[in-house]
């Protein structure tokens, strides 16, 4: 659904979620740094995130799907309603409502500050 803003897309909860409600596991491909600088040298990349210190998982393919994942998710910094659990073990960050969302809500996640790290000018929120 359009945002209405300059982010697009968005992700908006189809029936109301309690708190805790897992929402979907952010899927891609799993680079290690060397493969995440190969692909993306200024280390500017929209659809990756942090695995750990030395892996991501990068869902730039996964995220042109129709249906919903985890790369359908924009960023707030205030208003979040989503928020990352990671188990590294299992190579999986998942994502889960932070608290009760409404239906009609946008589902929002804060990105963290090194994602917007060169590109500080086109956060919104």
């Keep these: 659904k359009d945002t209405g803003d300059a982010r697009g897309r968005g992700a908006y909860a189809a029936v109301t979620l309690p708190k805790g409600t897992w929402l979907t596991d952010y899927e891609g491909e799993l680079l290690d740094n060397d ?3 190969a692909r993306y040298p200024t280390g500017v990349a929209d659809y990756c995130i942090a695995l750990s210190a030395d892996t991501v998982i990068d869902g730039a393919e996964i995220s042109k799907r129709q249906e919903f994942t985890g790369g ?8 979040y309603n ?3 659990w990671v188990e590294r073990s299992k190579n999986r960050i998942s994502f889960h409502t932070s ?6 809500e ?16 086109q956060e919104i929120d």
Aim: no cysteine; aromatic share 14%.
């Design 106 to 121: 946008e589902l929002l996640i804060d990105y963290g500050r090194t994602y917007w790290r060169g590109r500080e000018d």
């Design 82 to 84: 989503v928020v990352r």
């Design 99 to 104: 608290r009760e969302v409404q239906a009609g």
């Design 72 to 79: 359908h998710v924009n960023h707030s910094r205030r208003r």
């Design 35 to 37: 493969e995440f600088f």
